[in-house]
Nanobody, 124 residues
Framework: VQLQASGGGLVQAGGSLRLSCAAS??????MGWFRQAPGKERAFVAA???????YYTDSVKGRFTVSRDNAKNTAYLQMNSLKPEDTAVYYC?????????????????????WGQGTQVTVSS
């Protein structure tokens, strides 16, 4: 099982990026995105649950959109109106399970597989 994240880069504040996470080896019930800013712990950003339910941390609501292409077994994170505080290494993660509550998606330990991380830098 492998997760391959891509799409990071350098963008000016207000710009957009789309991250992709291609999963191979099996299908997943849940796919999530986390980020780790310099000097901070890794934190939840967004998740997609089979069936279409999505979850977001408050700071990205209205700006980021998580989606999934089941045919390609790929998750996406569309990031619009980017801010300098969005600068971080972004990680995709996946689990074969689905969780009954939002808290399940915020919890790193619930994800069995992780991508390698992709750097997003937003300049002011």
């Amino acid at each position: 099982v492998q997760l391959q994240a891509s799409g990071g880069g350098l963008v000016q504040a207000g710009g957009s990026l789309r991250l992709s996470c291609a999963a191979s080896g099996r299908a997943f019930g849940s796919m999530g995105w986390f980020r780790q800013a310099p000097g901070k712990e890794r934190a939840f950003v967004a998740a997609f649950r089979s069936g279409g339910t999505t979850y977001y941390t408050d700071s990205v609501k209205g700006r980021f959109t998580v989606s999934r292409d089941n045919a390609k077994n790929t998750a996406y994170l569309q990031m619009n109106s980017l801010k300098p505080e969005d600068t971080a290494v972004y990680y995709c993660a996946a689990s074969p399970k689905v969780y009954a509550s939002r808290r399940g998606y915020y919890t790193e330990a619930n994800y069995d597989y992780w991508g390698q991380g992709t750097q997003v830098t937003v300049s002011s």
